[in-house]
C-alpha cells in the first residue's frame, strides 16, 4: 500500500514567521506532488504543484522536492492569520492512477 | 469558469438505505475522480471516470459505484449505507486525468448515516 506521511499537527506559529510543512511518501516511482489547503468544513484548494527536484516558489509559498530521500516539503513565508487551516499533501501513485493524500498537518498562525 | 459543483451538499440517511450523489465538473474537463474524507481515514480514493468509463478504483466495497454520462457529469451511488460511511464526499475534475494533472475539488456532499 502507497503511503504519504505527514506530522498531524498542530504547527503553531506567530504571525510573520515561516512555517514549515513537511511530507514522506513511499513509491519511489511518484512524479507529480502536490499541496492542497483545506479550511475546516471547506474542500481542499490546491497552492501548489511541483513535479521536479529542487524548490518552485508562488507569492510567499515554496514547495521543495527532494525526490532521492522522497520528500516534498512546503514553506510559507510571512505567516497570517488566515492562513490557519489543514495543509494536504497528495501525491500521484507510479502508475498515475490515483492521487494519494496525507491524512494532513493543521496549521494554527497566531496574531 | 464555473467550478465542480457537487449535489446535494447536505444529505442525511439510515442504516440500509441507497444514496445518489452527483458531481459536475468544470466545462471542459473530462475526467471525474472521486473521494471520501473521514476523520480517521483521510482522504482516500474511490475511482476515477474517463468518457464514461471508470478507469481505476480504490479499494472500496463493491456499495460504492458510480458513472459518468456523456456531458461528463458523474454520479455516485452507495448501497445499503452503514454507519461508518458517514463522511464528507469530494469529487475532482481534471482535463483528461493524467498522471500530472492537477485536480480541482468541488464543495462536497456530506452524508450523515444515523
Known sequence: ????????????????????????????????????????????????????????????????????????????????????????CAVFNQAGTALIFGKGTTLSVSS | KAGVTQTPRYLIKTRGQQVTLSCSPISGHRSVSWYQQTPGQGLQFLFEYFSETQRNKGNF???????QFSNSRS?????????GDSALYLCASSLTGGKGETQYFGPGTRLLVL
Open chain 2, 61 to 67: 466495497p463493491g456499495r460504492f459505484s458510480g458513472r
Open chain 1, 1 to 88: 500500500q502507497k503511503e504519504v506521511e505527514q506530522n498531524s499537527g498542530p504547527l503553531s506559529v506567530p504571525e510573520g514567521a515561516i512555517a514549515s510543512l513537511n511530507c514522506t511518501y513511499s513509491d519511489r516511482g511518484s512524479q507529480s506532488f502536490f499541496w492542497y489547503r483545506q479550511y475546516s468544513g471547506k474542500s481542499p484548494e490546491l497552492i501548489m504543484s511541483i513535479y521536479s527536484n529542487g524548490d518552485k516558489e508562488d507569492g510567499r509559498f515554496t514547495a521543495q522536492l527532494n525526490k532521492a530521500s522522497q520528500y516534498v516539503s512546503l514553506l510559507i513565508r510571512d505567516s497570517q492569520p488566515s492562513d490557519s487551516a489543514t495543509y494536504l
Open chain 2, 75 to 83: 454520479e455516485m451511488n452507495v448501497s445499503t449505507l452503514e454507519l
